[in-house]
């Protein structure tokens, strides 16, 4: 021990006296000498360097130096010495990439997004490891257009000046297309209900247009996080998801297959917010009711980001400053699993600066409009991703990405980079459907972002057997650099039912409209609009209809207020979605008043029973004369199966003429699949509901009556599209009433849509 610390107390004596001989003999930089170099300035190698005439000089700086150099990429290699205040670089410099060509590809979309990926290394040093690079994204890029076994070789020709020239030849060879996609070890949902969760799909002869049936190992890693989250959501907490490609009948045919093991399924037991005294649990009171009644449910991943979206919004009003909540999640028991919410505290900080990068099409100010932060707004995490996610809604983007920095000015302030993939945001569409009802042919073009403004335009053309409608729109979704719609709508539409009803129609209309969003998910609407209607009748017609023969103007005004609290509108399993619309006359040959109210709601037992309500009313009341036969109001369809459409309610003799007054209600429940080996086949249960009564003047109707029908759906997703069939029983009819039980729909199936 004693030799131990005399040691150490010599080591001691040596450092004190040695380092202030060391220090004192420190040298300083005089001069640099750069040898090698050809196209690079002696200049802007010491700016490399980071070294400057009169800086202290040792090993530890020069090693400093030399790592900062050869970071730049513009060295093969280099050296570095000092001697007598003289800084020695000598340097090999990299090639200059001059071009990069592509071979092999013809068409034009594929070429330029290559390219695309190219240019952004030309001019720039040849590094071998970021050419490879390159080309592993460019594979990937030629793979998710479908050509799975593409082969690119990379070819360098030395030019002068110490540059090169690089060549990618590229064979494409034949497209890989998913021939069927198979679940193994799925013993929890429908195959099919799989199929329709992820973006993969079966190659099928009218699925001309889209990619997503081409093998794309990107897209397919997507599949499983889209499985995943399904399953998470239905209370499979630790499901585990694997893919794999089998090869089918054909070498360029393959089954994509997904291999499930769901596990067993949770509930959520305890679940506890962990707040500070600084914020007072208070504050959060109105969620103890949110956590009692997810107790014993199936856990899922969703209902705790609506719980941490309420946090978030609390937050908000509340003007606490903390950056958003967390979670903890920890099974206990079997099958149960506690958790555990809580928050981070922040200082505040303001935003210094927004920048927008990436948007070579669309105007700075429509990025700028959507954002609900700006310059100097203090920094708030949730209305900043908000904001993204309102950049994001407007669907006129491939990609919206962000990123944070701190301030160089201020530490506690942020500098916010948002960058934009632009894509094309144009369309064109077109359907056809036939049924029971009638038949219609669709087809139109949209474009959501006209010169690069955010400006949206859509027309379109509807014909089906007794209409032809056309419309024309333009919405500015930020009129006047406000939050606010403006929208203006040309329509024309002429209807014949002088067979069936005993008249015919022309209608020609402008309209004007703005609309916001007033509260999170209440929408507020306003509209005005102008109308002129020539309206003729036949010689079968009844008296009451040829004196409304004639012309007509219209300037209505109407408003709706809409409440949509849906998980998802298409095909919503839970929420609910109000409606109410009025329209009023403003100068007007024909005064009436127009209210109509709609409403929905879901509810999910499970995943295979899913409960729905759908409640509709409609009401039209003239202020001085009758409403003309082409207003009244008439239950359509699709809300009251096992009647002909237009069939019931008051007649004019021998024709239905509508009422002044509808009402409909729909309940329908799911039912499990009936038929275990047709997985494609959807059944429901259906009651239906409505009345259609009242007119300005004396008819044969029966007012009091109540027309009501149950019966069971079916939708059955054939190799030509989907089909649609209900066989409904009536259950109380007038005696006045046409009836029919079977019914069929087929028509999204032939639906086609291109973008450019």
């Known amino acids: 021990m004693k030799i131990f610390k005399l040691r150490y107390i010599c080591l001691l004596i040596l450092f004190i006296i040695f380092l202030p001989v060391n220090y004192s003999h420190a040298e300083k930089i005089k001069e640099f000498k750069i040898v090698g170099n050809e196209r690079l300035a002696n200049e802007t190698i010491v700016l490399f360097s980071e070294l400057n005439i009169g800086d202290d000089i040792d090993q530890n700086i020069i090693n400093l130096s030399f790592k900062k150099l050869f970071e ?54 040849f590094i071998e490891s970021n050419i490879l690079e390159q080309k592993n994204l460019l594979t990937n890029i030629v793979r998710s257009d479908g050509f799975y076994f593409a082969k690119i070789e990379t070819k360098y020709t030395e030019t002068n000046n110490n540059s090169i020239d690089i060549t990618y030849n590229i064979n494409l060879g034949e497209r890989a297309k998913i021939k069927k996609i198979d679940f193994i070890g799925n013993k929890v949902f429908k195959n099919n209900k799989l199929r329709n969760i992820i973006i993969s799909e079966e190659a099928k002869p009218w699925k001309f247009i889209t990619k997503n049936k081409y093998i794309d190992e990107n897209r397919v890693q997507l599949d499983i996080n889209l499985l995943r989250n399904y399953f998470k959501n239905r209370g499979y907490y630790d499901v585990k998801i694997k893919s794999s490609f089998a090869k089918a009948i054909n070498e360029n045919d393959f089954n994509l297959i997904f291999s499930i093991d769901s596990g067993i399924k949770y509930f959520f037991n305890d679940i506890n917010l962990v707040v500070s005294n600084d914020y007072k649990v208070d504050n959060f009171q109105d969620l103890n009711d949110v956590f009692v009644d997810l107790k014993s449910t199936p856990y899922s991943l969703n209902s705790i980001k609506k719980i941490i979206k309420e946090i978030d919004k609390i937050a908000l009003q509340k003007e ?175 209807t014949d039912f002088m067979t069936s009803s005993g008249y015919k129609t022309s209608r020609t209309g402008l309209g004007f409209g703005t609309g916001f969003e007033q509260y999170e998910d209440l929408f507020i609407n306003f509209d005005i609009s102008l109308y002129y209607e020539k309206l003729d ?5 009844s008296e009451i209809k040829k004196r409304q023969e004639g012309d007509y103007f219209e300037n209505l005004f109407s408003y709706s207020i809409t409440t949509n609290k849906l998980d998802q509108n298409f095909q919503p399993t839970d929420g609910y979605r109000t409606s109410f619309t009025q329209t009023l006359p403003l100068i007007s040959d024909d005064k009436a008043v127009e209210n109509s109210f709609n409403a929905s709601k879901y509810y999910s037992v499970n995943d295979n029973l899913i409960l729905s309500a759908k409640l509709y009313l409609k009401a039209i009341n003239s202020l001085d004369d009758d409403v003309r036969v082409s207003k009244r109001v008439y239950i359509p369809s699709s809300r009251l199966r096992g009647f002909e459409s237009k069939s019931i309610g008051p007649k004019d003799g021998t024709q239905y003429i509508g009422g002044n ?37 004396d008819s044969s109707l029966d007012s009091n009556k109540i027309r009501s029908a149950t019966g069971i759906a079916v939708n059955w997703f054939t190799p030509i599209g989907p089909l649609s069939f209900s066989y409904a029983v009536p259950i109380s009819d007038a005696s006045t009433d046409k009836t029919e039980s079977f019914r069929f729909q087929i028509g999204t199936s032939f639906w086609w849509k291109n973008s450019f």
């Open 320 to 494: 606490f400053v903390f950056i958003n909540a967390k979670y903890n999640e920890k099974i206990v028991d079997k099958d149960k699993i506690n958790i555990e919410i809580f928050f981070d505290e922040i200082e505040k900080s303001y935003i210094d600066r927004v920048n927008i990068l990436g948007n070579f099409i669309t105007e700075e100010k429509v990025i700028r409009n959507a954002l609900i932060v700006d310059e100097g707004d203090a920094y708030n995490e949730i209305l900043f991703n908000k904001s993204i996610n309102e950049l994001k809604a407007k669907n006129i983007f491939k990609s919206v990405k962000s990123q944070i920095n701190t301030s160089e000015k201020n530490k506690k302030n942020k500098i916010i980079d948002i960058v934009i993939e632009e894509k094309a945001t144009g369309e064109i569409f077109a359907g056809a459907g036939t049924g029971t009802s009638g038949s219609s042919i669709t087809a139109g073009i949209k474009e959501k972002n006209y010169l690069g403004k955010g400006i949206a335009l859509d027309t379109n053309l509807t014909l089906t057997d007794d209409e032809v409608k056309g419309r024309f729109s333009v919405t500015n979704p930020n009129f006047r650099n406000s939050d606010r719609s403006l929208t203006t709508t040309i329509e024309s539409t002429s």
């Open 537 to 541: 009748t036949s010689s079968l017609a």
């Open 661 to 697: 007054y509808g009402s409909a209600l729909n309940l329908n429940t799911t039912l499990p699949n009936l038929l275990n080996d047709f997985e494609n086949i959807d059944f429901s249960l259906f009651l239906d509901a409505a009345n259609l009564w009242h007119v300005d003047y």
């Open 72 to 125: 730049t990429n513009y060295f093969k290699n280099l050296k570095i010495n000092f001697e007598n205040g003289i800084i020695f670089i000598e340097v090999i410099e990299n090639p200059i990439i001059q071009s990069i060509q592509i071979n092999g590809v013809k068409k034009k979309s594929l070429l330029d997004e290559l390219e695309k990926i190219t240019k952004k290394t030309e001019k720039y040093p």
